[in-house]
């Protein structure tokens, strides 16, 4: 009985000690975990900001906004608008606190200036409406709520053939905890020629290097022991075949209710599964060793938290 409590203390010291090490190799890159994108290129990015959050929707039917908002009959509605057909993509941009929204719109409208771009209708401030109307009923992104007075909106055309031409809708909000945002939805009629929410291996690698973790993004586990159909591994795949000199970590954390050697045996199961996946898609098993940590890494940035996988370099 005794040595069985000690073979069980050693083993919980080892799988912490293991924990620690592997919490000091992703939380020492915690603000690097978020995938660098790229620009799309109708719209370069004002200076000092980044990219936090990227969406792509294929063939939508979609109301471009062409006048202020307001509420009739409970339903948010612009006198003004105007329906497309295409495919959207929808860009977050954070911007530094030293800038005001004020700055970040007229780059915005400069930028539109040079590049022949056609304004079809713009506002700011209390003049635009509701902000939680802009956030909740029209872009349906919360974080987009501030203060009326700190909003900004201009509706734009990419070109001179009006019914084929890309169009763009953004939206500038300074919230009430000074965090400034740029929000843009670019709208391909004759569909996307660029999608930047897929990352090119070369990217991802450029990435990884430089950040020197990254969390794996489009897989999700139906059980412990299985991902669901509709995960893809491709980029991740992509990224490996890219530069065969990486040897990475695989990191899983898993929380719950459940206890920690619990969380940290699901956890690592789920890192197994992963590192096998690989290999059967003809990865060097020698490049790769998973580790599961449970619950003892929480640090995460905004976007990615709670149950995730991580590539950390070796």
Request: net charge negative; charged share 25%; proline share 3%.
């Amino acid at each position: 009985m005794i040595d069985s409590l000690i073979q069980t203390r050693v083993y919980r010291s080892l799988v912490l000690t293991s924990a620690c090490i592997l919490l000091f190799l992703v939380n020492s890159n915690a603000r690097g975990q978020a995938v660098e994108f790229r620009d799309h290129p109708l719209l370069d990015r004002f200076p000092d900001s980044e990219i936090t959050e990227v969406e792509f929707d294929q063939d939508v039917n979609y109301r471009l906004v062409l006048s202020s908002l307001q509420r009739t009959r409970g339903l948010v509605s612009p006198e003004v608008s105007e329906r497309l057909r295409g495919d959207v993509t929808k860009i977050v941009y954070e911007v530094s606190e030293e800038f005001n929204g004020q700055d970040v719109y007229d780059y915005f409208r400069e930028q539109l200036g040079e590049r022949g771009y056609t304004e079809l209708f713009t506002c700011a401030g209390r003049e635009c409406g509701s902000s939680n109307y802009w956030a909740n009923d029209i872009f349906r992104n919360r974080i987009l709520y501030g203060p009326e007075r700190n909003q900004f909106y201009v509706a734009m055309r990419a070109g001179q053939q009006a019914d084929m031409a890309p169009h763009i809708a953004l939206y500038i909000i300074t919230r009430g905890n000074r965090r400034l945002y740029a929000y843009l939805e670019i709208i391909e009629v004759g569909g996307a020629e660029t999608r930047i929410d897929v990352m090119r291996p070369a990217d991802l690698v450029t990435t990884l290097q430089s950040q020197e973790a990254i969390v794996i993004t489009d897989i999700e586990f139906e059980n412990d022991l299985a991902l669901t159909s509709d995960s893809d591994l491709s980029a991740v795949v992509g990224l490996l075949q890219a530069d065969p000199s990486l040897r990475i970590y695989l990191v899983a954390h898993l929380s719950g209710e459940a206890d920690l050697d619990a969380l940290i045996q699901r956890s690592q199961q789920r890192a197994n599964v992963l590192r096998q996946l690989l290999i059967g898609r003809g990865v060097d098993a020698n490049r790769i060793i998973a580790r599961g940590i449970g619950p003892l890494a929480p640090a995460c940035n905004a976007e990615v938290c709670g149950d995730r996988v991580e590539i950390v370099l070796q």
